[in-house]
């Protein structure tokens, strides 16, 4: 009977796996007077089916926004995405100008090296969890991205 129950376990577990992977998870570093933080990662799907990542949450933030770049008429805006698909053994980057999570107050002042935890669902209702450490930037040291002039008012 142990032995049952052992396998149907194990089978259980392993039917519960998610799909989606994650690499490469970094906060920019920002001034202590900071309202939200952008993150970056790259999310990517092994399996043969499309998946769909439909929220992002972290103890460490009121609310994480999943947003991305867009440029209309020479001036880059910020919009929500309200889910993201990754089709099947796909990849998505959220790199500086481009696609990023926005996270949203910050609970403390973060400092490069911290670290900090966030689940990311999909929307079969699974659940990853990613460690995203904070730096200047974690990919390449040499990018940076210029809010100055990004239209922020697409932003809750």
């Given amino acids: ?40 990662a790259v999310l990517s799907n ?28 020479g001036i880059a805006k910020m919009r929500a995405i309200q889910k993201l698909e990754i089709s099947a053994n796909g990849k998505v980057e959220f790199s500086p100008s481009g696609k990023h999570f926005m996270l949203i ?15 990311l669902k999909d929307a079969t209702g699974c659940q990853t969890t990613v460690q995203f450490r904070v730096g200047a930037n974690a990919i390449n040291p040499s990018a940076t991205m210029d809010h100055s002039k990004m239209d922020h008012s697409m932003h809750h």
């Fill in 105 to 119: 107050e910050p609970n403390s002042t973060l400092k490069s090296g911290d670290v900090v935890s966030v689940s």
């Fill in 46 to 73: 092994p399996a043969g089916k499309a998946l769909t990542v439909v929220s992002a949450s972290s103890a460490a933030f009121a609310k994480i926004e999943m947003h991305e770049t867009i440029t209309e008429n």
């Fill in 1 to 40: 009977m142990q032995k049952l129950v052992l396998i149907l376990c194990l089978l259980t577990s392993s039917v519960m796996a998610c799909d989606l992977k994650v690499e490469s998870a970094w906060i920019r570093v920002a001034p202590s007077t900071a309202k939200s933080l952008a993150g970056y």
